[in-house]
């Protein structure tokens, strides 16, 4: 059973790549939790309403996520996903590319699977 949650969260984390990279809305709404608490790089608290904002708006845009030294820890119906990020895109037509340290708390709750806790990190 636990083999079966992580293999399901790296999926997650698969499609949560790519729908930010695409800005798939849709995808978003269903991957995050409405109650969502986020806290960027910059150390601000954001919102799910907040992260999809930014996506619909056309403010953020991601060219490409490359992830790496990806490690999934499961804990009962959570699982705890830390990474490394490589990304490539805009903020307000300004060049935003970096690197970054993610740590994600993905909530499996009635089946459904969403990140309820995330935090960024600048890598250096």
Wanted: hydrophobic share 45%; glycine share 6%; aromatic share 8%.
């Amino acid at each position: 059973m636990e083999f079966q949650l992580v293999q399901e969260v790296i999926n997650a984390e698969h499609r949560l790549k790519a729908s930010m990279v695409s800005s798939d809305i849709a995808a978003l709404d269903e991957l995050l939790a409405d109650n969502l608490v986020f806290i960027n790089h910059f150390g601000h608290r954001v919102s799910k309403q907040d992260d999809i904002a930014l996506h619909q708006s056309g403010l953020l845009s991601i060219a490409s996520i490359e992830l790496s030294d990806l490690q999934v820890e499961p804990h009962g119906n959570c699982v705890l996903v830390y990474a490394n990020a490589e990304i490539v895109g805009t903020y307000d037509g300004a060049d935003a590319n970096g690197r970054f340290v993610f740590s994600r708390v993905w909530l499996k709750k009635d089946g459904k699977l969403q990140v309820v806790s995330a935090h960024s990190t600048i890598f250096v």
